[in-house]
């Protein structure tokens, strides 16, 4: 796993020092161990895990802003990325942000496992912002299969003005970055910087999308999510 790992890294422009190196390796080892009993996650090899997750999580460093303090991962899953971004920027607090409790309890014992402080992990649907968390993140970032408009909407309110929103996507969602554009506008965003790459050994087209908020998101927003979803913006 090691030498996958550090050909991910390097390949993605990420030299860790031997401390996050080692957190990142155990991080590895505890997902392939967990994922035998539960399913965290279909990539269930340690090539496609330094590829597919490591390399795609560490490239997102490349649109977070040098000054951002504060991260939250929304519908983080396994932790990718928000993870392995805190390994990689030690100095971050980072809040992983998930629905099901067994999810949020491994993200839990990692993080435990792992010693890493500033890290929140909590059980809760992305919808439901509680009053402290609104606008209160430099910067929110998701990788998942909802749509931009669908992610942004439940993104976007949690990002304070003039931090981002990097949605990690497939370099296939021209469509999505046209139908998104006015779920933007709405929630105090401007168009899109958009940074195409490919995920070597596995030629995956990928793309980050990087929203800068610009302005307050009205309190209309999040709705319900049987909202968003019939009734998207």
């Known amino acids: 796993m090691k030498k996958k790992l550090e050909a991910a890294l390097f390949a993605a422009g990420i ?11 155990l991080y590895a080892r505890l997902l392939l161990e967990r994922n035998k009993v539960m399913n965290l996650t279909a990539v269930d090899n340690e090539r496609d895990i330094a590829w ?14 040098e000054d951002a303090k504060t991260l939250v991962d929304v519908g983080s899953g396994a932790g990718f ?14 809040t992983l942000l998930d629905a099901q409790k067994k999810r949020v309890d491994f993200l839990s014992d990692v993080a435990l496992a792992l010693g890493l402080d500033r890290v929140s992990c909590v059980q809760s649907r992305a919808e439901a912002i509680s009053p402290g968390m609104r606008e209160s993140f430099g910067a929110a970032c998701a ?11 439940l993104c976007m309110p949690y990002v304070k003005p003039g931090g981002r929103f990097i949605a990690i996507k497939s370099q296939r969602c021209g469509d999505e970055l046209d139908e998104a554009s006015r779920a933007i506008s709405l929630l105090g965003g ?40 019939s009734d998207p913006l």
């Open 81 to 94: 990325p928000g993870l392995v971004v805190k390994i990689l920027r030690p100095e971050l607090e980072v």
């Open 15 to 25: 030299c860790p020092d031997g401390a996050a190196f080692d957190r990142l390796e």
């Open 143 to 153: 990788r998942a299969v909802a749509r931009l408009n669908v992610l942004c909407e």
């Open 190 to 229: 401007e168009p899109p910087e958009i940074v195409d790459y490919t995920v070597p050994e596995l030629s995956l087209p990928s793309r980050l999308c990087v929203i800068r908020k610009t302005s307050q998101t009205p309190a209309r927003f999040p709705r319900s999510f049987s909202r968003i979803s």
């Open 52 to 65: 597919r997750h490591f390399f795609d999580s560490a490239y997102l460093l490349k649109a977070l802003p």
